[in-house]
């Protein structure tokens, strides 16, 4: 049977900071067929997708891109928040409402001409996500799509990545 997976998406007003809807998919988690349901979701949205490995964000899309990489069986890669990879990295910073935050990936994740699932949980003006591409590129990758468990279109993130495909498994 196919779960209503919003039910199991919790909304947090003004968190982390007033005015924000915080979509908390811990509940999701939590529940074993909920958790399930929304890789196999994941999955069917992303099947047609030729790619070698899952581009995981810090620090929730690890929790996805991980389980598909298992389903899909292929290798998965973190992109991670600045000084935490212990070898040489590339480095992209993106855009904050207030300043500027940046991501890093080891600078040998990727074989040239590789190609990647960029991973994460939420999908919003889609600064973090656009950030992990230039990070494939730079490291000789290419990107084969986004993949998101949530997508809030009024915010037109997809746009902005557009045109590497985007699928989304639930919406708000
Ligand atoms: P953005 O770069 O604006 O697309 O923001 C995406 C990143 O911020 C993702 O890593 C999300 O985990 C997080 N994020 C943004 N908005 C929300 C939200 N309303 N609820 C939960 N996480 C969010």
Same mark, same amino acid.
């Given at each position: 049977?196919?779960?209503?997976?919003?039910?199991?998406?919790?909304?947090? *007003?003004?968190? *982390?900071?007033?005015?924000?809807?915080?979509?908390?998919?811990? *509940?999701?988690?939590?529940?074993?067929?909920?958790?399930?349901?929304?890789?196999?979701?994941?999955?069917?949205?992303?099947?047609?997708?030729?790619?070698?490995?899952?581009?995981?964000?810090?620090?929730?899309?690890?929790?996805?891109?991980?389980?598909?990489?298992?389903?899909?069986?292929?290798?998965?890669?973190?992109?991670?928040? *600045?000084?935490?990879?212990?070898?040489?990295?590339?480095?992209?910073?993106?855009?904050?409402?207030?300043?500027?935050?940046?991501?890093?990936?080891?600078?040998?994740?990727?074989?040239?001409?590789?190609?990647?699932?960029?991973?994460?949980?939420?999908?919003?003006?889609?600064?973090?996500?656009?950030?992990?591409?230039?990070?494939?590129?730079?490291?000789?990758?290419?990107?084969?799509?986004?993949?998101?468990?949530?997508?809030?279109?009024?915010?037109?993130?997809?746009?902005?990545?557009?045109?590497?495909?985007?699928?989304?498994?639930?919406?708000?």
């Amino acid at each position: 049977m196919t779960l209503n997976l919003k039910e199991f998406i919790h909304d947090v *007003p003004d968190f *982390p900071k007033p005015g924000i809807v915080f979509r908390d998919i811990t *509940p999701m988690l939590a529940d074993a067929r909920a958790f399930a349901e929304a890789i196999e979701r994941l999955d069917e949205a992303t099947r047609d997708l030729k790619y070698t490995r899952i581009i995981g964000i810090e620090s929730r899309g690890f929790i996805f891109g991980a389980a598909l990489a298992q389903r899909r069986k292929c290798g998965f890669v973190p992109i991670r928040k *600045p000084k935490k990879l212990p070898r040489a990295t590339v480095r992209e910073t993106y855009a904050l409402e207030y300043g500027e935050d940046a991501l890093e990936m080891h600078e040998d994740a990727f074989i040239k001409g590789e190609s990647a699932l960029i991973v994460d949980d939420v999908l919003a003006t889609g600064g973090t996500a656009e950030a992990a591409a230039r990070l494939v590129g730079r490291s000789a990758g290419d990107v084969a799509g986004f993949a998101f468990l949530i997508e809030l279109d009024f915010l037109g993130g997809r746009a902005r990545l557009a045109p590497h495909r985007t699928s989304s498994v639930v919406h708000y």
